[in-house]
């Protein structure tokens, strides 16, 4: 998965000046998150990561198969990890 979403998020946030760092599926409790952590060579602000969830929503949809219901959770990377 990881493999085949990041070069095309990647093309579709470069002018964000960001990039996705990782992509995980991860289960809480009964929850199920998609997660994918941004980076980039500034502090990333949250104004930023709503423009990238917004561009990656419709990407997810299109090019990520799953009948399992998760919960898109885009954030940045924090500085320093």
């Not at 964000?16 to 997660?35: A, G």
């Not at 941004?38 to 917004?54: E, G, H, S, Y």
Request: aromatic share 6%.
């Amino acid at each position: 998965m990881e493999e085949k979403l990041i070069p095309i998020i990647n093309e579709k946030i470069k002018d964000l000046n960001v990039h996705v760092d990782s992509i995980n599926l991860e289960k809480e409790e009964t929850e199920t998150f998609l997660r994918i952590a941004l980076d980039a060579d500034f502090i990333i602000d949250l104004n930023t990561v709503v423009k990238a969830t917004r561009i990656i929503n419709p990407i997810l949809d299109k090019e990520y198969e799953t009948d399992e219901q998760y919960m898109l959770d885009v954030y940045a990377k924090p500085k320093g990890e």
